[in-house]
Nanobody, 114 residues
Framework: QVQLVESGGGSVQAGGSLRLSCVDS????????MAWYRQAPGKQRELVAN???????SYADSVKGRFTISRDNARNTVYLQMNSLKTEDTAVYYC????????WGQGTQVTVSS
């Protein structure tokens, strides 16, 4: 069974940075589009960013210019570099396969204080 394990969350002040990591235990990772999602308290889960096997990326308008998604196929890992964090970025962050999600991992909590 495929497992997704997210890490790297924490508590930071507004303006700070965090780097999230997600390891995908499945095979042929390099051929999969991957994505980061987040879910804030009382809100639905939303797509933050995705990255294609080619390396092409796409971002939600709310994070454009501040977040960068990247991947390391040799490590089956996808990253999310988050800069200039805002209080509204506070959420649990999850990774999954874009368009064909598998079971969700536990996520990693990101808390941004003012």
């Amino acid at each position: 069974q495929v497992q997704l394990v997210e890490s790297g969350g924490g508590s930071v002040q507004a303006g700070g940075s965090l780097r999230l990591s997600c390891v995908d235990s499945g095979i042929i990772f390099s051929l999969r589009s991957m994505a980061w999602y987040r879910q804030a308290p009382g809100k639905q889960r939303e797509l933050v960013a995705n990255i294609a096997p080619s390396g092409n990326t796409s971002y939600a308008d709310s994070v454009k210019g501040r977040f960068t998604i990247s991947r390391d196929n040799a490590r089956n890992t996808v990253y999310l570099q988050m800069n200039s964090l805002k209080t509204e970025d506070t959420a649990v962050y999850y990774c999954n396969r874009h368009l064909h999600p598998v079971s969700w991992g536990q996520g990693t909590q990101v808390t941004v204080s003012s």
